[in-house]
Structures are given as C-alpha cells and as structure tokens.
C-alpha cells in the first residue's frame, strides 16, 4: 500500500468522533518517521500523534527493579497509566488531555508535555506493544480503532537502530550489541502479536 493510500485511510479516521490509530512495529520500523509525517500531511486541526514512549519507567526506576538493561521489554512501561491516557483520548470529556513524551537526547519521558485539544479528531499513537494481550497489556483490548504493523526488512531495521543508538551516545560496539541483543528480543516479543493488526505495511 502506497503512503497516499495510507495517508486516506488515516483521513476516513478523522471524521465524526475522536478515534485512535495504532502504529506498531519492531524497533527500527519506523513508526515514529510514519506516524509523524501523517500527522504533517493531515494538520493539526485533525490529527496529533501521542507516543507509548512516554509511559516508559524513568531510569531510576529501571535501575530499583533490576530492569535497566532489558529497558524497551514490556515490563518497563507504565501500561496502567498508557491504559488511562487512552481512555481518557477517547472519551473526549476533557477539554484539553496533556500526554507525556519521549525525548530521545535525554532517553527520558517528561511528563504532561504535549496537549491534546478535544477538538482534534484523530490521535496517532506509536509504540511496540500495541497489540500484545499478556498481563496488563490485555487492558488495550477495543482502544484502538484501527492498527497497522509496520514491517520493513530486517536489515533495513537492523541498520537503522544502529545508527539511532550511535547517535544518542552509544558507540559503535555498545550501539550493535543492544539493537541485536535487547532491542531484538523484544522483536520477538512484538512479532508475535502481528495477526492481531488491521493492517501490516511494509515501508521502505
């Protein structure tokens, strides 16, 4: 499916009540590239997107539970306080719902950093456990209205997660390790939940 075909059926969400789209994928498949450039091309009087990312646990956190190396696996998230956020997206009661955000230059979320106005009609949200059913994260079950996985090839993803993690301040040896080691454990994880999508997209 091409990006405009994508970009249309993310548009036929914007009409009539708030909806939520789902992006889920592998790291490195590109959810927030998409997720960010459908939003641009719809506007922000129709579309916003709100990352799972915010509601990882803060390093602190991690390191108290003996997680910090396993950071990314799904439990190192607060998925009762995602849970809430997206019912409270949903039920569109409140006139303006602030999310948390990711900031990648600190690898920290900040909370209540992104306002989401009711009026906007559709929100994106991205992360990599959209679709898994174990444990708390069965809580997601008739939240989203629709889910795309995003599947690009492996090497592609691979590569890219590399070079994000190199980036951010790993270097080149630290930076391999984690993208084939954590990072793809939890693709493992991700993939299996794939059946569940309304949608599997495979970008570039």
């Given at each position: 499916?091409?990006?405009?075909?994508?970009?249309?059926?993310?548009?036929?969400?914007?009409?009539?009540?708030?909806?939520i789209?789902?992006?889920?994928?592998?790291?490195?498949?590109?959810?927030?590239?998409?997720?960010?450039?459908?939003?641009?091309?719809?506007?922000?009087?129709?579309?916003?997107?709100?990352?799972m990312?915010?509601?990882?646990?803060?390093?602190?956190?991690?390191?108290?539970?003996?997680?910090?190396?396993?950071?990314?696996?799904?439990?190192?998230?607060?998925?009762?306080?995602?849970?809430?956020?997206?019912?409270?997206?949903?039920?569109?009661?409140e006139?303006?719902?602030?999310?948390?955000?990711?900031?990648?230059?600190?690898?920290?979320?900040?909370?209540?950093?992104?306002?989401?106005?009711?009026?906007?009609?559709?929100?994106?949200?991205?992360?990599?456990?959209?679709?898994?059913?174990?444990?708390?994260?069965?809580?997601?079950?008739?939240?989203?209205?629709?889910?795309?996985?995003?599947?690009?090839?492996?090497?592609?993803?691979?590569?890219?997660?590399?070079?994000?993690?190199?980036?951010?301040?790993?270097?080149p040896?630290?930076?391999?390790a984690?993208?084939?080691?954590?990072?793809?454990?939890?693709?493992?994880?991700?993939?299996?939940?794939?059946?569940?999508?309304?949608?599997?997209?495979?970008?570039?």
């Amino acid at each position: 499916m091409s990006y405009e075909q994508l970009l249309e059926r993310a548009r036929a969400l914007t009409t009539g009540p708030r909806r939520i789209l789902g992006l889920v994928g592998a790291p490195g498949s590109g959810k927030s590239t998409l997720a960010a450039r459908l939003a641009a091309d719809l506007g922000p009087e129709l579309a916003v997107v709100v990352g799972m990312d915010g509601y990882h646990y803060a390093d602190v956190v991690l390191e108290a539970l003996g997680r910090r190396e396993r950071k990314g696996a799904p439990d190192t998230f607060d998925v009762g306080g995602y849970v809430s956020l997206l019912r409270r997206l949903r039920s569109g009661e409140e006139s303006v719902v602030h999310a948390p955000q990711f900031r990648r230059e600190i690898e920290e979320p900040v909370g209540s950093a992104l306002p989401v106005p009711r009026e906007v009609p559709l929100v994106i949200t991205e992360g990599n456990y959209l679709l898994l059913r174990e444990g708390p994260w069965a809580a997601l079950e008739g939240l989203l209205d629709e889910c795309w996985y995003l599947e690009p090839a492996d090497d592609v993803r691979q590569a890219r997660l590399i070079a994000r993690h190199e980036a951010f301040g790993k270097d080149p040896a630290a930076a391999r390790a984690w993208a084939l080691g954590t990072d793809e454990d939890n693709a493992r994880v991700i993939a299996a939940s794939r059946h569940r999508a309304d949608l599997v997209v495979h970008p570039d």
